[in-house]
Each structure stands twice: as C-alpha cells, then as structure tokens.
C-alpha cells in the first residue's frame, strides 16, 4: 500500500548521533528496487562511494574541485582503478599547468597526483593545425621532408632521408658533430695554404690579432699590390702603407700622431740613408 508522508517544514531523519562531524556510527538504509528523489540533492560529509555496475550522468560537463579558490595546488582529473598494477590517470597537473596521462600510485583521497610514469593516449590522425600528431604522422612528414644545401657557387644538393650530410675539415680547420643538432667549427690548428682573406664590408678593418704578448709574424714578403690614394687618419697605433716613392726612396710610408704631429713619413732606404750620410760629413 502506497503511503505519503507530509510534513509542513523540514524533516529530519537521524540515525543514533546522526553525522557528529564524521563521529556517528549508525546507518540509515533506504531498501527499495528503485528509489526515486526529484528534487536536488545535497549529500555532505567526507566521502561519496557508488557500489553500482553501470553509472549513467545526464549532465554535460562535470564539475571537479569545486570548492577549489586556487590558494593552492590542487590536482583534478580522472583515476582509474586498476588492481595490483599502478592505478592511470588523466588529469590537470595545477603545478606545471598542463593535462598529463599518467600512471600513479595515488589512490585518489588527497588532493594531488604522484605520477609514476607517463601513460600513451592515442588519437586520431590530425586534420588541423592544433591537432595532436601521432607518430605514424610525424614519421610520415619526416620522411617527406627535404633538405637542400648550396654552396658558394649556388649549386644546391639534396640531403634526402637517411643520408648524412658531413662538414669535412681541411687545412688547419677542424668539425665536431654533437647531439643535439650541433657542428663546431674550430679554427684551434695553424691555418694552412689559405691563399686570400678577404673582409667584404666597405671600408671595413681586417684584424689580424695575437694573444696577449704574441707578435703577428710575416715569415716572406709582404707585398703592397697598390698605392693608397690619400693618407689614413692619424692615431697613437702606427700605420704603415705604400704610397709613390719620395724624397725616402721606398714608397713605404708610416702615420702616427705622436710622430711629426701625426704628419706622413717615408721609410728611408739604405742608399738614401748612405747617400746622406756622406753629404753630411
């Protein structure tokens, strides 16, 4: 016989102590094939455990952390059971601020995750930009790609899959390969049958330097294939350069501006400098 209880304001129903803050021991056990509540319901307390064999939620999108003021780290996601083995997860990772697919040991009753290891997700072959790419795509685009190298003379070269492409030392300069991606070049050997260095910039320096006290040593001749239009500016470092011939007889001129107020010299040559000497006694 159906029965109907009604009451006109708040009905409580309390087993022993009731709840007492997670204190109470007694249980209120609602024995029925369907028990149906059409209004909300609100169910408080530590902890919710549904002991059925097939869930099904109406519900679009489910909430988790609600209560979460992002005080603090708190992990959220999906852990799933799985025995003896590692229990999985997929859940947002609040302190790296990233979805993770892992396996942990976490059984779910704090507020963070422990991973163990990282779990595979597959998907489906991407479409768009923003996809996830699987390997069978990434190992497709790899295999099409092309790498075409051109040397000074503009001829291009193709590096196709599975060869190497090799920087070959010679004459002093050495190549070291290293992961990742990575060729040295090192100049650290004596340079050897380098006919012509050359700076390509407009009135660019070339600077040919020595460490601390070292000298740059000339070991032959060193030949001024021209004569400089003009004088270069004076400074404190001395300047040598060629220029016609003079009252000197060399044609090799030096500027400094602590010599002669910085006015250009010629180097003498020994019969000029006999010469004088003997026409001054």
């Known amino acids: ?8 304001g708040n009905y409580t129903v309390k087993a022993g ?7 109470g021991s007694h249980t209120i056990r609602l024995d029925a094939r369907y028990v149906t509540i059409p209004g909300d319901l609100t169910v408080e307390g530590a ?51 990233v979805f993770k697919a892992v396996t942990t040991t976490s059984d779910g009753t704090g507020t963070s995750i422990t991973d163990t290891g990282l779990a595979n997700v597959r998907v489906a072959e991407p479409s768009a930009g923003s ?5 069978t795509y990434v190992d497709a685009s790899a295999g099409a790609f092309t790498l075409k190298v051109a040397g000074d003379d503009s001829t291009a070269i193709t ?7 090799q920087f070959v030392g010679a004459n002093g300069i050495s190549t070291t ?43 032959d001749i060193l030949t001024f294939p021209a004569n400089r239009s003009g004088e270069p500016s004076a400074n404190t470092v001395t300047k ?15 500027v400094n501006s602590a010599v002669s107020s910085g006015a250009a010299g010629e180097l003498i040559s020994k019969k000029k400098a006999t010469a004088l000497a003997i026409a001054l006694g």
């Open 177 to 219: 390969g290293s992961e990742p991606d990575t060729i040295t070049v090192s100049l650290a050997n004596n340079l050897t049958d380098i006919h012509s260095i050359t700076n390509s910039s407009t009135n660019a320096d070339l600077t040919l330097s020595a460490n601390s006290n070292g000298s740059v040593i000339i070991d």
């Open 240 to 254: 040598v350069f060629a220029q016609t011939p003079s009252g000197g007889g060399t044609g090799l001129f030096f």
């Open 47 to 97: 902890s919710t455990t549904i002991d059925t064999t097939s869930l099904t939620i109406e519900d679009p999108i489910i909430r988790l952390a609600k209560n979460n003021t992002n005080t603090t780290d708190v992990d959220s996601g999906i852990l799933v059971e799985r025995g003896l083995a590692n229990n999985a997860a997929f859940y947002w990772n609040e302190g790296d601020s």
């Open 1 to 8: 016989m159906a029965k109907t209880l009604r009451t006109s």
């Open 17 to 23: 102590a009731g709840y007492n803050a997670g204190g």
């Open 131 to 135: 996809d996830a790419a699987t390997k």
């Open 159 to 165: 590096v196709g899959s599975g060869q190497i492409l």
